[in-house]
Structure formats: structure tokens, C-alpha cells
């Protein structure tokens, strides 16, 4: 390890680096280190921004010789800012973001910078797509490489079901495949284990026919609550309505056409449906929420890479998030959403979402490393705020809701859905039998612990001394 400044240090990197190297004096730096939560304020010494596979390697070298933590940004949307770390190397990999169509064997291959629309847009020419983000900005490899939850979970599972290959760079600068042929172990592993083995610098999916997809947003005041989350849990029948995704949330009514001016800027409730198919065939399937004669309407036929982005909230909010997977939604942990619905801060763009799993996303539960893709049912308190005043109280109003929906938890929990809830939340994440799996990986891909601010799994041999 060099006793040397690192800013002086990254002059060295600059010379065999093919993109840009930025440290605090450099012009556009502030710009490159700012992340979607913009409670994450942390300053790092060096930016590696990398064109390819070769600055990957080079920036880990120089980690390793100056003694940087390392950080990998892809779209920098961790709530917990794994994707920054203070005073160390940032592996900026947004400039590295081709993707690759093959319509006849419905495959893409996807650089590690890219972003879900990225990913979307080039794949609607062919009709074809797979579940992905539900923000369009939120980077392909981070959320895939987590599990992956997304609008078409219950019809394609997660995004990590549909992954082929992760071409991964690791902390000794050795590139490796990992596949069901090369690498099962780590190929395993990456189904959720997140960030945790080295940098992903390309993924490769299979693809599915998506030709036609549709959006509804239907709108009630909240105090129509109860009544449509009782009609929404009637709506979901596992093997039936596998081609909706969708939601109910509790939100802020937005500045829309199609919501009333009396819900503009009001707690509201909504049914997100998200589907498969004809705006006809999505009627048909939302005659029971429709029945409930909903404030506002929209329901039309509209290209998948468009929905992904149609629900896009800003950058620059504080953000702090939580989740909880149901065994079952009992009338009384309907009474238990609701309420806390009612509390949500508002009006912010903070939102409240009740997420309907089953189908495909339980069929993968018998091959990867997430016990908790059993569940039929998710909550995810999505914490959005301007102004840091707001910061306590809307930090409590997500670990109340929590708390509140503990009662009708599996005790597993999807961790790209929470911030630093401590050890026994990651472990949780896995199950302790799949987290001694993931730490023997982790020893045998990353044993000095390099790669530790998403989630971390620790190392099998430092996991046996603690």
C-alpha cells in the first residue's frame, strides 16, 4: 500500500486510463457524485468513470494499491448509498452502457452502467423485454444482480431468473464468466447476492414476447381505502392474473389531467395495473376496482418502455425505504395498511404500495439464494421527501409501517427494498443456511472483503471468527 496522497496517486491512474479520473478540484466531480437519495452526501477521493473492461481492472488495482475502499456505481439507486463511499474509489461505470439485441435467440447483452430505459428502449423494436425496474433511471446490473423485483415479476419471475451469463471483474483484476456452465457457484450467487463478489461489466438475459402492454391508474380519495384494498386482494388469483402487475398505493395525488383537481396534491389511494396485454382485455381484468367508480381514470395500450418510465419520481429527494413480506392479508393487516397509509407524509412524493407476489416470482424460490420469494404479498413504505426537516418524521413513518405489518411477516426480507436495518436484516435476506452458502462464495471470490457496502455478506472465514 502506498503512503502517498491518492489525489496525487490518481495522476498515475489517468495515464493508463482510457476514461476520466476526477478528484474534489476537479470540474463536473460534484455532478459524479451525486446519487438518487440525496440524504447520501459523501465525498469520495477518486471517480474512476470507465469505458471498459481494462479501466475496470485498472481503478481495483489502484484501490488496492493506495488502500481505497471501493464503491461500484451503476445507476445509484441504493438507498442505503452503496454506490458512494468516503474519502475511496468509486467505480463509475455509467459510461459503459451498450446493449446488444439478438431477436432470433431473444437475448440481450447489457453493459454494466447501463439503466432499465436504457434496456427497455432497446428492446421495444423487437417486442420483447423482461421484468425490470420500476424506475427507469435505476441501473440494470444493481437490481439484477439483487434479485430484481419489478412490475412483470409474477409472469417472467425476477430479473435475475432471466439472466444467462454476468462477465464480473473481480478485486484482483481477474475477469471470470458465470453461468449454469462456468462458475455455478458464483452464477448462484449473483441471483441476489448483490454487489458483494466484484463488478459486473456485462449481464446477458434471455428475453420475452411482450408485443402488446397496457397501463391503468385508477384513483379514489383515501378515504376510499379499506374498500379498495378488500377489492384488490379479491383481484389477484394466483394462476389466473399472472399477466397483471400492479399495485394499490397510497400517495400524493399528482398534477395529471386524468385526477380530479379535488386530489391534486391530496393523501390519495390508487390501482396500478400494469398488464400483458389490450387495454380491453386490462378492463376486463379491473371490473372489480372499476366497479368502485374510481375519481380519476387512465387506461390505455402504451409501449412497456414507456410504463417504466411512467411512474419515474425525481432525483434529488431525501429517500428512505423498508419492506415486508405476508404470509397472508388478513382483514386485519388490511386495516393495519390502510392506517398507516393514512399517516404517510403528505403532501410529499412518498408512496405506499401493496405488492401482489406469486406465480413466477415463487416458482424461482427453489433455485436462488432469497427465502422470501414465498411470500404472497409485499408492503414497501417508499419514503420521499424534499427538505431534511422532514427527515425524522419520515424515517419513522417507515419503520412504523414496518413495524406494524410484523405480525403477518415470513421473517424474510427483500434487501434492495431497505437501507442499513443492521446484520440479522441481511441475513434475513437469505435465510442463514442460503448466507453460509453465499459467505463460502464470498470467501472463494472476494475473501479480503472488498466489495462490502451493499448488503454485506461476509467472508466464510471472518463469518466463523465473529
Known amino acids: 500500500m502506498t503512503t502517498h496522497s491518492p489525489y496525487a496517486a490518481a495522476a498515475d491512474l489517468r495515464h493508463q486510463f482510457a476514461g476520466s479520473v476526477l478528484t474534489p478540484d476537479d470540474h463536473g466531480y460534484d455532478g ?25 481492472r485498472a481503478a481495483l488495482a489502484f484501490a488496492d494499491r493506495t488502500g481505497l475502499e471501493v464503491a461500484v456505481r451503476g445507476g445509484g439507486h441504493s438507498v442505503a448509498g452503496s454506490s458512494l463511499t468516503e474519502g475511496g474509489l468509486v467505480v463509475d461505470l455509467r459510461r459503459m452502457r451498450s446493449i446488444t439485441i439478438d431477436s432470433d435467440a431473444h437475448t440481450a447483452v447489457v453493459e454494466g452502467g447501463a439503466t432499465w430505459s436504457d434496456f427497455d428502449r432497446a428492446c421495444q423494436p423487437h417486442g420483447l423485454g423482461t421484468t425490470g425496474g420500476r424506475m427507469s433511471s435505476t441501473g440494470v446490473a444493481g437490481l439484477t444482480l439483487g434479485g430484481g423485483s419489478g412490475w412483470f415479476e409474477r409472469k417472467f419471475g425476477l430479473a435475475c431468473d432471466s439472466l444467462l ?4 471483474v473481480t478485486a484482483d483484476g481477474v475477469e471470470i464468466r458465470a453461468s449454469e456452465d462456468e462458475h455455478q457457484d458464483l452464477f448462484w450467487a449473483l441471483h441476489g447476492g448483490g454487489g458483494n463478489f466484484g463488478v459486473a461489466t456485462r449481464l446477458t438475459f434471455r428475453l420475452h414476447p411482450l408485443p402488446v402492454t397496457s397501463l391503468a391508474l385508477l384513483f379514489w380519495e383515501a378515504e376510499r381505502g379499506p374498500e379498495v384494498l378488500a377489492a384488490y386482494r379479491g383481484l389477484v388469483v394466483p394462476g389466473v392474473t399472472e399477466d397483471l402487475g400492479g399495485a394499490v398505493i397510497y400517495l400524493t395525488g399528482p398534477p395529471e389531467e386524468f385526477v380530479p383537481a379535488e386530489l391534486q396534491g391530496k393523501r390519495s389511494v390508487a390501482c396500478l395495473g400494469i398488464y400483458a396485454g389490450t387495454a380491453a382485455e386490462l378492463r376486463d381484468v379491473l371490473a372489480p376496482m372499476l366497479a368502485l367508480q374510481p375519481d380519476g381514470v387512465l387506461l390505455n395500450e402504451m409501449p412497456y418502455c414507456d410504463i417504466q418510465c411512467a411512474l419515474d419520481d425525481p432525483p434529488g429527494l431525501r429517500n428512505y425505504w ?9 382483514d386485519e393487516a388490511l386495516r393495519r395498511i390502510d392506517e398507516q397509509g393514512m399517516s404517510m407524509p403528505c403532501p410529499t412524493a412518498s408512496q405506499y404500495l401493496l405488492l401482489p407476489w406469486g406465480g413466477a416470482v415463487t416458482a424461482g424460490a427453489r433455485n436462488w439464494p432469497q427465502p422470501h420469494r414465498n411470500a404472497e404479498w409485499v408492503v414497501h413504505p417508499f419514503g420521499l421527501w424534499e427538505d431534511a426537516a422532514d427527515d425524522a418524521y419520515g424515517i419513522s413513518w417507515v419503520r412504523n409501517t414496518i413495524a406494524a405489518m410484523r405480525p403477518y411477516s415470513t421473517g424474510a426480507v427483500y434487501l434492495n427494498f431497505i437501507g442499513d436495518e443492521g446484520m440479522d436484516r441481511v441475513i434475513a435476506g437469505y435465510g442463514q443456511e442460503n448466507y453460509a452458502r453465499l459467505a463460502a462464495v464470498k470467501m472463494e471470490y472476494d475473501p479480503r472483503n472488498v466489495f462490502h457496502l451493499y448488503h454485506n455478506i461476509h467472508p466464510a472465514a471472518a463469518a466463523r471468527r465473529s
Open 32 to 56: 459524479a457524485r451525486t446519487i438518487f437519495n440525496a440524504m447520501i452526501d459523501r465525498k469520495p477521493a477518486v471517480i474512476a468513470q470507465c469505458t471498459n473492461t481494462a479501466d475496470v
Open 322 to 330: 423498508s419492506g415486508e413480506h405476508l404470509v397472508a392479508l388478513p
Open 165 to 168: 451469463s454476468v462477465d464480473l
